[in-house]
């Protein structure tokens, strides 16, 4: 006579001493993220958030413009600008494969946009062109006694372009006509000077 009576299901036992280790694990990875966590908090508490006023370097125009002056052969432009206004960047670039050497600084607005300014006695069409992004000419704008070119691109940077006996300044940027006018102003001023 067979026992049709159902077996129950097999039910596997774990050891106390593997369920202890199995638990162990657990217990140490869960500690593990958690203090991973504490650790990566504390460094980003105890770092101070950055600024763009904490890179801002202090850059002596014309300290730097007297020094290329030497080696220009011309005196670069260094405009005085007011409070609000500052360069983040000033060098003089010797001639590359296009023969043309230039003297650039780099302004940051009061309104805090951007105005590159160019200036070489060795420029040509074709860098001229380059440092105002290929833009077409668009007109002129009479500025401080000057007549500068306007090149422009829609939804790209504007560029203005002096030439001023050997001299072509160019300034170039994404910033406003007012802010172009005031840097074009200062430079003709600085440029008329001789400083």
Same mark, same amino acid.
């Given at each position: 006579?067979?026992?049709?009576?159902?077996?129950?299901?097999?039910?596997?036992?774990?050891?106390?001493?593997?369920?202890?280790?199995?638990?162990?694990?657990?217990?140490?990875?869960?500690?593990?993220?958690?203090?991973?966590?504490?650790?990566?908090?504390?460094?980003?508490?105890?770092?101070?958030?950055?600024?763009?006023?904490?890179?801002?370097?202090?850059?002596?125009?014309?300290?730097?413009?007297?020094?290329?002056?030497?080696?220009?052969?011309?005196?670069?432009?260094?405009?005085?600008?007011?409070?609000?206004?500052?360069?983040?960047?000033?060098?003089?670039?010797?001639?590359?494969? #296009?023969?043309?050497?230039?003297? #650039?600084?780099?302004?940051?607005?009061?309104?805090?946009?951007?105005?590159?300014?160019?200036?070489?006695?060795?420029?040509?069409?074709?860098?001229?062109?380059?440092?105002?992004?290929?833009?077409?000419?668009t007109g002129t704008r009479a500025i401080n006694g000057h007549e500068w070119e306007v090149r422009d691109k829609p939804k790209g940077d504007r560029s203005l372009i002096l030439n001023s006996g050997d001299n072509t300044v160019i300034l170039t940027g994404a910033a406003d006509?007012?802010?172009?006018?005031?840097?074009?102003?200062?430079?003709?001023?600085?440029?008329?000077?001789?400083?």
């Amino acid at each position: 006579m067979s026992d049709s009576s159902p077996t129950p299901p097999f039910k596997p036992t774990i050891a106390a001493g593997a369920a202890k280790r199995a638990n162990a694990s657990l217990v140490g990875m869960l500690l593990a993220i958690f203090s991973t966590i504490a650790i990566v908090l504390t460094i980003v508490w105890l770092n101070p958030q950055q600024k763009a006023e904490n890179y801002r370097m202090d850059i002596d125009v014309s300290a730097v413009a007297k020094h290329a002056a030497d080696t220009a052969g011309f005196a670069p432009v260094a405009p005085l600008l007011p409070d609000g206004w500052y360069a983040n960047y000033a060098r003089w670039n010797p001639a590359g494969a #296009d023969g043309v050497a230039f003297w #650039d600084v780099g302004y940051v607005t009061a309104s805090n946009t951007f105005i590159a300014l160019r200036q070489s006695i060795t420029a040509n069409p074709t860098w001229t062109a380059d440092q105002s992004s290929n833009a077409p000419i668009t007109g002129t704008r009479a500025i401080n006694g000057h007549e500068w070119e306007v090149r422009d691109k829609p939804k790209g940077d504007r560029s203005l372009i002096l030439n001023s006996g050997d001299n072509t300044v160019i300034l170039t940027g994404a910033a406003d006509f007012a802010d172009f006018d005031f840097l074009a102003k200062a430079a003709t001023d600085s440029l008329s000077n001789g400083k």
